[in-house]
Nanobody, 125 residues
Framework: QVQLVQSGGGLVQAGDSLRLSCTAS????????LAWFRQVPGKEREFVSV????????FYSKSVEGRFTVSRDSAKSTVYLQMNSLEFEDTAVYFC??????????????????WGQGTQVTVSS
């Protein structure tokens, strides 16, 4: 069982930066991958980024690659999403998620069992 508590988010202007945090409570996160998704009303949850806790390997969606950076702090059991050069289209509710799956699929919401509460990011143009 993993509990995820998110913090960060808010209202920023286009071009600004923002950092989201997600702190996990679990006996060990070594076998987990932690991901970020986002969702706007009326649309499906969209994959943003994922990081393997043990490997520290990360992957990004094409829409954020080069602007967003995912990282993790093992001592704090926290994963971060640093978002730079924010665009209006980045406006969404952002969720962190955790999965212990070792399968190749990592970008579908159905790949993840545990979810954070979500946090709103609003980018004004």
């Amino acid at each position: 069982q993993v509990q995820l508590v998110q913090s960060g988010g808010g209202l920023v202007q286009a071009g600004d930066s923002l950092r989201l945090s997600c702190t996990a409570s679990a006996r060990s996160l070594d076998d987990y991958r932690l991901a970020w998704f986002r969702q706007v009303p009326g649309k499906e949850r969209e994959f943003v980024s994922v990081i393997g806790w043990r490997s520290n390997r990360s992957f990004y969606s094409k829409s954020v690659e080069g602007r967003f950076t995912v990282s993790r702090d093992s001592a704090k059991s926290t994963v971060y999403l640093q978002m730079n050069s924010l665009e209006f289209e980045d406006t969404a509710v952002y969720f962190c998620a955790a999965s212990s799956s070792t399968g190749f699929s990592y970008s579908q919401a159905t790949d993840y069992l545990f979810w954070g509460q979500g946090t709103q990011v609003t980018v004004s143009s």
